[in-house]
């Protein structure tokens, strides 16, 4: 039996969270959950939104499935997800971008089937910004050797364990020679250790028309925190969008998956929203858990609805709940 944390989070976030639930637990891995609330809603009771207890549970179950938290924007506490990744040093953010037979996209012929690597713990997002004088603002990108080290041994290690034959890492080389030039040296020097695995390099800009133009030829690709920001949305774009885009946020110590979107607020409470990204990021999980035959039923039964198309949530063009739909799934993967 393994001890999971469950975060619902707010918004669709509960919904969305317990119907990925339900789905791993109809896979029959036996697990015991945690659920621990974060967020607004213990702003009043804890004085804060990231309470010790939800930081406590993850440490010792090393493993949560998180929902969406809503960010107050301006004024109010700073990203509870944000923190997360920082107390926990969940250093690699995982984004796959699978095409799924069904959905709606502009490359409905073309079968995309990539992973984007994102360092999530430094670069632009290190948060080190200030005014110079009145009339300009200096943000600090720090790249470090450890980090990039670590970020693109996890992508190499990730590329092995799953058969995954190329990965590519993404920078801006060219024009930052001391800070994306470290990164790509700590690239090229961590590959030497991964001969099996074909390896290259490419300048972000470049890589962005590449996604766009043929998809197809990508595999894994690692990059530092602010290109992969923007890489991921672009590959979720290509796939369908955001409500089937799975993440992990992976440490040494503890991993949290979750899925790329937000809490969407508009469609929370109404048995709407498409909770396909938390069911393939709890997906993600089981394959983390080394439960891979549960891992590729949930995501068959996930392929099998969508492809069907009759039992598909608003955003596939259908008119399903939320939790009939993953009803749907938990029929498929017998
Ligand atoms: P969002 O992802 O919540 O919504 C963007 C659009 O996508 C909306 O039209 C929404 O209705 C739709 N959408 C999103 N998920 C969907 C789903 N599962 N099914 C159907 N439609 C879906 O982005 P936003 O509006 O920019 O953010 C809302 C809040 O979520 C903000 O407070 C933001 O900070 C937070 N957020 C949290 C996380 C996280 O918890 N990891 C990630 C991103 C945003």
């Not at 089981?286 to 608003?314: F, N, Q, S």
């Amino acid at each position: 039996m393994y001890n999971v944390t469950l975060i619902p989070g707010d918004g669709i976030g509960p919904e969305v969270a317990y119907a990925a639930r339900d789905v791993v637990d109809a896979t029959g891995v036996s697990i015991k959950w945690d659920v621990v609330e974060a967020g607004e809603a213990v702003m009043k009771d804890y004085g804060t939104p990231l309470p010790d207890y939800v930081l406590d549970s993850i440490r010792h179950n090393k493993v949560a499935l998180k929902g969406p938290i809503t960010t107050p924007v301006g004024t109010g506490f700073r990203s509870v997800n944000v923190a997360l990744r920082k107390e926990l040093d969940l250093y690699a953010n995982l984004r796959p971008c699978i095409s799924f037979k069904g959905v709606k996209t502009h490359y409905e012929d073309v079968p995309i089937d990539l992973v984007i690597v994102r360092e999530n713990t430094e670069d632009l997002y290190a948060g080190i910004e200030h005014m110079v004088g009145k009339h300009a603002a200096e943000s600090i990108k720090i790249i470090t050797r450890e980090a990039s080290e670590r970020i693109v041994r996890f992508a190499f290690e990730y590329a092995v364990r799953e058969g995954r034959k190329k990965v590519t890492a993404v920078h801006k080389a060219n024009i930052m020679k001391l800070t994306d030039g470290l990164f790509l040296e700590c690239a090229q020097k961590v590959a030497q250790d991964y001969p099996q695995i074909e390896f290259d390099n490419m300048i972000v800009d470049a890589m962005s028309m590449k996604l766009v133009q043929s998809p197809e030829n990508y595999d894994v690709l690692v990059m530092p925190n602010l290109y992969g920001d923007i890489l991921s949305d672009l590959c979720a774009g290509l796939v369908g969008g955001l409500g089937i885009a799975p993440g992990a946020n992976i440490g040494d110590d503890a991993a949290v998956f979750e899925p790329i979107h937000g809490s969407a607020p508009k469609r929370a409470g109404l048995n709407m929203a498409n909770p396909t990204a938390t069911i393939l990021s709890a997906a993600l999980m089981l394959r983390h858990l080394g439960e891979d035959e549960a891992a590729d039923r949930v995501v068959k039964g996930v392929a099998e609805v969508i492809a069907e198309g009759k039992e598909v949530t608003y955003d596939l063009g259908g008119n399903t709940g939320t939790k009939e739909y993953a009803q749907a799934v938990i029929r498929h993967m017998k």
